[in-house]
């Protein structure tokens, strides 16, 4: 009977670790001091599908120009240099090999994720000879965590967004106006400041929500909040105040063009015919404007002076614009 053919003990561990180094789910690839590729593992080969035998001692520019050279070469010529590892993150290169991303589970993401490590490779005599990159998928944990962030800019909108209209909801439009009279009370120690603030109301909503139903009054609120996005500036913040109730607040705009959009929303929203069912309904609104001045100790007070300013209109007959006075007073 023959026995079976013994290797060396060296050439036997060759063996296991070059398999290993074949099938490890981590990209290999390893340089030669002239770029030169002296490994290209089967993750590589997988991923690109060029295999290890075009590839060996093939300049790696030669085979990929659209690799970035200058990057590389900064990272490549450094290791060699100092003889410690260096390192890429996807955040500052998402990908390095152009690879497709395969996994099912990440199947938006076109691309694969890689963090990648340089990493010296020793001669005997303890001498850098060669660069091993080390190319790590990281594609599922980032799809993951991109996934959570776009989740949680999903979650923060909504948590100030007004589910009828789209508009600002109140608790956020109240942030930008207590940061907007900060700002002012600031810039006002410094000159002048202007900015001013619209509040108004739907006059006689409740009889709509009474002859025509809920859903018809919704879809008043609806139109009349269109009509305030189109007419406010990209720079301005509306909001949604209450129920029919609704605030638009103007940064760098003083009194007498507060006035001038009032009027101007005014006059759209009197025009207004929505369409509910078989319905054609029309509204108008009453307005309230407050400029900022230096006498205003918080924003409470300068919401409760554009109140004051809507409940003139209010009383003066509604479909009108009033600005504060301190005779408004009560
Ligand atoms: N359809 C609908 N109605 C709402 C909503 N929020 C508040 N309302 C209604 O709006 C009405 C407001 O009525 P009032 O405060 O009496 O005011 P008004 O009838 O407009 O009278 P004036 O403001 O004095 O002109 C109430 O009937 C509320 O039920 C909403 O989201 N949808």
Redesign the pocket.
Known sequence: MNKPEQQPPEIADFYWMLQMLQTVDVGLVILERDYRIKLWNGFMENHSGITNKHLIDKEIFSVFPNLPRTWIERKVESVFKLGSPAYSTWEQRPHLFPFKSYRPLTGHSERMYQNITFMPLLDPSRKVSQVCLLVYDVTESVTNKLQLEDANIQLEKLSRTDR?TGLNNRGFWEECLQQEFRRSKRASELGKVESSLIIF??????????THG?????Q??KAVAQCLKETARDTDFAGRY???EFVLLLPDTGVEGAFEVAERLRTKIQSLVVQHEDLELSVTV?LGICDFTTDLDSFNLWLERADQALYHS?HQG?NQSSVWSKELES
């Open positions: 009828l109301d739907i006059d006689h909503f409740k009889p709509v929500n009474d809920h859903l018809a009054g919704d008043v609120i209450g129920g029919e009453s209010k509604r």
